[in-house]
């Protein structure tokens, strides 16, 4: 079944029912200021840190009808006296509405519904310069004129969202609401009792409260065997206007808007914010109650993504590929870059997550071309959690910058750091350098982790000294085999062996590392670091080849007893799809082994919904070899598709110039292919989930942990610099496509270096790869990449074939 569409000319895709498969979910604001907001109104919102300072209670696990942080409600009084109740979002009350759409923005949602006559409109979003949750909400009635009153909702949480959840009575006990009137102004107030000189949370319309209600029980009605789908407060005139000293805190706010005639439409602004008092927020909220202020801030909205969104602009004869890379992808980098694994339907913040340094350094991957600032300020700030030995600190809060190892800890006779972390920053800087040339980012100063007893650091170094350290801990960090150590695990979290263990992919993420710094070294002069990692590369090359070839792939681990995992006598785990497209990525695998890994994975890990990460499945827990093996075959990392893994095969086929298996590859992930097959995927089609359940699963194909994956930003890296292969470089843009066959003609629109370049490729002959002919405005050009030109606007034609 089909539960809404793509439209790409308002870059929505637009829900058409609320009965998705599961909650599916969009961004507002930032990390900053902002949250995620489902397809029935509920909101989570928090301000710079979803753990700990929440301000909307959203509990993910409870099923998809309950009420989550924020509402509405809409009534008439019928002849009888009594009252028709619903709400627009159609949770929580439930009740069938005659239309229904959420149309999924560019960081807005808006639904639009009609129940009765009533038909409303509701946008929801933060204001690029503001900290506050707006609802922009039009009511129209298309029916008999009838008196209408809108009721907006926020359940407020404690600021720390797992103290919510464990402490019942000193969480009601300390938390408080308090409504302050001035004239036609009520902002209901909220704050924790030990926050009140530091953050208050407010809750107000611009329309005038007729009444109020803060506390839950008074709302709900009938010492709460009143619900969320039928306040009992709700059947009377006006509200309670409770202000609890104590208790479960919400913000009710009655709103008259008086007779709607047919035909009439009214507009009602509602806001939730944070501020460090209300006289601090009182501006915001007088701007915010001017419709003219809302419809700027949204217009504003939207030309950043315009702006954001024009730095590559793409037509192929695939639309949905088109829709990805065009908007959805890019998208969803931003969002990866925003919230790392800091929050989603999935996750809760810190201590669960927070910023990852693995994680974040590929995210900025995803937007590195179109906001190199901003990702250099979180590069820097990744590059500060990296310790004086080289190693890096796997997690932080950027709040407190204290960083975590995370799961390591728990496991006490286990390394305390991962083989690979530190290693992503090294693509991270690279990419930096790539896109804007800028290699005084070399020179800059940036601590290192470790801190004396005050709390000072230890050291400082430059950029260049951090990436050299970055090599260099991998480099004196092998075990038996000369193989890079695994630490607690490596991008695998889940493959989790004792103290010894070496790691394959380290060892093929480390000859990338040193490839990306070769033409850096190059440019910044370092020609002896040059040499001595160019020896490294080599050595690490036949270490691979000489004791990681199984016969038709690599293995991936070499356990801390050098026995072989990810071979073909394993019983489970024969074969990891990260051990085949590493060495082609890094370069170290002939073309034969190429050939025959790749090939391999093809034959042995794809399915018709993804490459899964390896097979077959661990049936059964196994403490030695540790996370994978809580799962049921067919399941994240223990034989499920883990998205994050395939555009490194999308990658590895285009290095091999098979343009059709890569795009192959492309399609069977892409979310907005799964359209036509929700009831099976499940999860939202206009991002990509982190994990599809695989071929030994029964739930085949069912995706789940939408947003926030490193699948992001690697296929977009893959689709844009490599299917259709335009590459910044050090010194130029490179044009090297690999396309499928059947596409004979694609056109690019890149910004790059302060030019524009309108790229046509045209492929006549039904190649895959190889440009033989580059042209910019008519003149030929050696080779396959544009130089640096001054800037302007370029037309450019590269031929595949004749
Ligand atoms: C999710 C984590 O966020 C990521 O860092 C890791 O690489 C994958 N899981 C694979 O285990």
């Given at each position: 079944m089909r539960y809404g569409y793509f439209n790409?000319e308002h870059?929505e895709y637009r829900i058409t029912t609320p009965f998705t498969?599961?909650k599916w979910?969009n961004?507002?604001?930032?990390?900053?200021?902002?949250?995620?907001v489902d397809q029935t109104g509920g909101?989570?919102?928090?301000?710079?840190?979803?753990?700990?300072?929440?301000?909307?209670?959203?509990?993910?696990?409870?099923?998809a009808s309950?009420?989550?942080?924020?509402t509405l409600y809409i009534r008439w009084?019928?002849?009888?006296?009594?009252?028709e109740i619903y709400s627009p979002f159609f949770t929580p009350t439930l009740k069938d509405l005659d239309r229904y759409e959420c149309q999924v923005g560019?960081?807005y949602s808006r639904f639009v519904s009609e129940y009765q006559g009533i038909r409303t409109e509701i946008t929801v979003?933060?204001?690029?310069?503001?900290?506050?949750?707006?609802q922009d909400i039009v009511v129209e009635n298309l029916g008999a004129a009838r008196?209408i009153?809108v009721?907006?909702?926020?359940?407020?949480?404690?600021?720390?969202?797992?103290?919510?959840?464990?402490?019942?009575?000193?969480?009601?006990?300390?938390?408080?609401?308090?409504?302050?009137?001035?004239?036609?102004?009520?902002?209901?107030?909220?704050?924790?009792?030990?926050?009140?000189?530091?953050?208050?949370?407010?809750?107000?319309?611009?329309?005038?409260?007729?009444?109020?209600?803060?506390?839950?029980?008074?709302?709900?009605?009938?010492?709460?065997?009143?619900?969320?789908?039928?306040?009992?407060?709700?059947?009377?005139?006006?509200?309670?206007?409770?202000?609890?000293?104590?208790?479960?805190?919400?913000?009710?706010?009655?709103?008259?808007l008086?007779?709607l005639?047919t035909g009439d439409r009214q507009r009602v602004?509602?806001?939730?914010?944070?501020?460090?008092?209300?006289?601090?927020?009182?501006?915001?909220?007088?701007?915010?109650?001017?419709?003219?202020?809302?419809?700027?801030?949204?217009?504003?909205?939207?030309?950043?993504?315009?702006?954001?969104?024009?730095?590559?602009?793409?037509?192929?004869?695939?639309?949905?590929?088109?829709?990805?890379?065009?908007?959805?992808?890019?998208?969803?980098?931003?969002?990866?870059?925003?919230?790392?694994?800091?929050?989603?339907?999935?996750?809760?913040?810190?201590?669960?997550?927070?910023?990852?340094?693995?994680?974040?350094?590929?995210?900025?991957?995803?937007?590195?071309?179109?906001?190199?600032?901003?990702?250099?300020?979180?590069?820097?700030?990744?590059?500060?959690?990296?310790?004086?030995?080289?190693?890096?600190?796997?997690?932080?809060?950027?709040?407190?910058?204290?960083?975590?190892?995370?799961?390591?800890?728990?496991?006490?006779?286990?390394?305390?750091?991962?083989?690979?972390?530190?290693?992503?920053?090294?693509?991270?800087?690279?990419?930096?350098?790539?896109?804007?040339?800028?290699?005084?980012?070399?020179?800059?100063?940036?601590?290192?982790?470790?801190?004396?007893?005050?709390?000072?650091?230890?050291?400082?170094?430059?950029?260049?000294?951090?990436?050299?350290?970055?090599?260099?801990?991998?480099?004196?960090?092998?075990?038996?085999?000369?193989?890079?150590?695994?630490?607690?695990?490596?991008?695998?979290?889940?493959?989790?062996?004792?103290?010894?263990?070496?790691?394959?992919?380290?060892?093929?993420?480390?000859?990338?590392?040193?490839?990306?710094?070769?033409?850096?070294?190059?440019?910044?002069?370092?020609?002896?670091?040059?040499?001595?990692?160019?020896?490294?590369?080599?050595?690490?090359?036949?270490?691979?080849?000489?004791?990681?070839?199984?016969?038709?792939?690599?293995?991936?681990?070499?356990?801390?007893?050098?026995?072989?995992?990810?071979?073909?006598?394993?019983?489970?785990?024969?074969?990891?799809?990260?051990?085949?497209?590493?060495?082609?990525?890094?370069?170290?695998?002939?073309?034969?082994?190429?050939?025959?890994?790749?090939?391999?994975?093809?034959?042995?890990?794809?399915?018709?919904?993804?490459?899964?990460?390896?097979?077959?499945?661990?049936?059964?827990?196994?403490?030695?070899?540790?996370?994978?093996?809580?799962?049921?075959?067919?399941?994240?990392?223990?034989?499920?598709?883990?998205?994050?893994?395939?555009?490194?095969?999308?990658?590895?086929?285009?290095?091999?110039?098979?343009?059709?298996?890569?795009?192959?590859?492309?399609?069977?992930?892409?979310?907005?292919?799964?359209n036509?097959?929700l009831?099976?995927?499940?999860?939202?089609?206009?991002?990509?989930?982190?994990?599809?359940?695989?071929?030994?699963?029964?739930?085949?194909?069912?995706?789940?942990?939408?947003?926030?994956?490193?699948?992001?930003?690697?296929?977009?890296?893959?689709?844009?610099?490599?299917?259709?292969?335009?590459?910044?470089?050090?010194?130029?843009?490179?044009?090297?496509?690999?396309?499928?066959?059947?596409?004979?003609?694609?056109?690019?629109?890149?910004?790059?270096?302060?030019?524009?370049?309108?790229?046509?490729?045209?492929?006549?002959?039904?190649?895959?790869?190889?440009?033989?002919?580059?042209?910019?405005?008519?003149?030929?050009?050696?080779?396959?990449?544009?130089?640096?030109?001054?800037?302007?606007?370029?037309?450019?034609?590269?031929?595949?074939?004749?």
């Amino acid at each position: 079944m089909r539960y809404g569409y793509f439209n790409d000319e308002h870059r929505e895709y637009r829900i058409t029912t609320p009965f998705t498969p599961i909650k599916w979910c969009n961004y507002v604001g930032t990390l900053a200021f902002g949250g995620i907001v489902d397809q029935t109104g509920g909101a989570l919102i928090c301000k710079g840190d979803p753990a700990l300072n929440r301000i909307s209670k959203y509990i993910s696990q409870m099923p998809a009808s309950d009420f989550k942080g924020t509402t509405l409600y809409i009534r008439w009084q019928k002849p009888d006296g009594t009252y028709e109740i619903y709400s627009p979002f159609f949770t929580p009350t439930l009740k069938d509405l005659d239309r229904y759409e959420c149309q999924v923005g560019l960081s807005y949602s808006r639904f639009v519904s009609e129940y009765q006559g009533i038909r409303t409109e509701i946008t929801v979003f933060v204001p690029r310069d503001g900290e506050v949750f707006l609802q922009d909400i039009v009511v129209e009635n298309l029916g008999a004129a009838r008196s209408i009153d809108v009721i907006p909702v926020v359940e407020f949480t404690h600021f720390d969202a797992l103290k919510q959840l464990t402490n019942a009575d000193w969480v009601p006990q300390t938390m408080t609401l308090k409504a302050h009137r001035q004239g036609d102004l009520c902002v209901l107030e909220q704050y924790a009792f030990m926050k009140r000189d530091t953050a208050v949370n407010y809750f107000t319309a611009n329309r005038p409260v007729t009444s109020f209600d803060g506390d839950r029980k008074a709302f709900l009605g009938r010492h709460e065997y009143g619900s969320w789908q039928k306040p009992l407060s709700l059947e009377a005139p006006e509200l309670n206007n409770s202000e609890p000293l104590r208790g479960d805190n919400i913000g009710a706010l009655m709103l008259h808007l008086g007779e709607l005639k047919t035909g009439d439409r009214q507009r009602v602004i509602v806001q939730l914010g944070q501020a460090a008092s209300l006289n601090e927020a009182a501006p915001s909220i007088e701007k915010y109650r001017d419709e003219a202020a809302v419809d700027r801030a949204f217009a504003e909205l939207g030309e950043f993504w315009q702006s954001y969104l024009s730095l590559l602009q793409v037509a192929t004869p695939s639309d949905s590929f088109n829709t990805m890379v065009n908007i959805h992808n890019p998208r969803q980098c931003h969002t990866t870059k925003n919230w790392s694994r800091y929050l989603s339907l999935y996750q809760l913040g810190y201590g669960a997550r927070g910023i990852g340094f693995r994680d974040s350094s590929q995210d900025l991957l995803g937007v590195m071309s179109h906001m190199p600032e901003e990702a250099l300020e979180l590069a820097l700030k990744l590059l500060s959690m990296q310790k004086r030995n080289g190693s890096a600190m796997h997690q932080f809060n950027p709040l407190t910058m204290e960083g975590s190892q995370g799961d390591s800890l728990e496991e006490p006779d286990r390394p305390k750091y991962y083989g690979d972390d530190h290693l992503w920053i090294v693509y991270t800087m690279a990419a930096y350098i790539k896109e804007t040339g800028d290699l005084s980012v070399l020179d800059r100063k940036v601590p290192f982790y470790d801190k004396d007893p005050q709390g000072r650091p230890l050291e400082e170094g430059s950029v260049w000294e951090h990436l050299v350290r970055a090599i260099e801990f991998t480099w004196s960090d092998r075990g038996r085999h000369g193989l890079p150590l695994l630490g607690f695990a490596d991008w695998n979290d889940t493959v989790n062996l004792p103290k010894g263990a070496e790691s394959l992919m380290v060892a093929n993420q480390f000859g990338k590392a040193i490839l990306e710094l070769i033409p850096i070294c190059d440019a910044y002069d370092k020609a002896d670091f040059k040499a001595k990692i160019m020896g490294y590369y080599e050595s690490m090359r036949s270490i691979v080849n000489d004791t990681a070839w199984d016969g038709a792939w690599y293995v991936r681990w070499f356990d801390h007893e050098g026995r072989k995992i990810g071979t073909a006598a394993n019983q489970a785990g024969k074969i990891w799809v990260n051990g085949q497209s590493w060495p082609v990525i890094s370069g170290f695998a002939s073309e034969e082994k190429r050939d025959t890994a790749l090939d391999s994975v093809y034959s042995l890990l794809n399915t018709k919904y993804g490459i899964k990460l390896s097979a077959p499945g661990y049936n059964g827990f196994d403490p030695v070899i540790g996370g994978v093996t809580t799962y049921p075959p067919g399941a994240k990392e223990n034989g499920g598709i883990f998205l994050h893994a395939n555009p490194w095969m999308m990658i590895a086929e285009t290095m091999r110039g098979n343009g059709d298996r890569a795009f192959e590859y492309y399609n069977q992930i892409n979310p907005a292919q799964k359209n036509d097959i929700l009831d099976i995927f499940e999860s939202e089609p206009y991002c990509y989930p982190q994990n599809i359940l695989g071929n030994e699963h029964p739930q085949f194909g069912m995706g789940r942990n939408a947003w926030l994956s490193g699948t992001a930003s690697w296929t977009y890296i893959a689709a844009t610099q490599h299917i259709l292969g335009i590459r910044p470089e050090l010194d130029g843009l490179t044009i090297d496509p690999c396309l499928p066959k059947a596409w004979d003609r694609v056109t690019v629109e890149r910004r790059f270096r302060g030019s524009v370049f309108s790229i046509t490729i045209l492929n006549p002959d039904q190649k895959m790869k190889g440009v033989t002919s580059l042209l910019v405005d008519g003149k030929k050009i050696e080779g396959n990449r544009i130089p640096l030109l001054p800037a302007g606007h370029y037309r450019v034609e590269a031929y595949i074939g004749r």
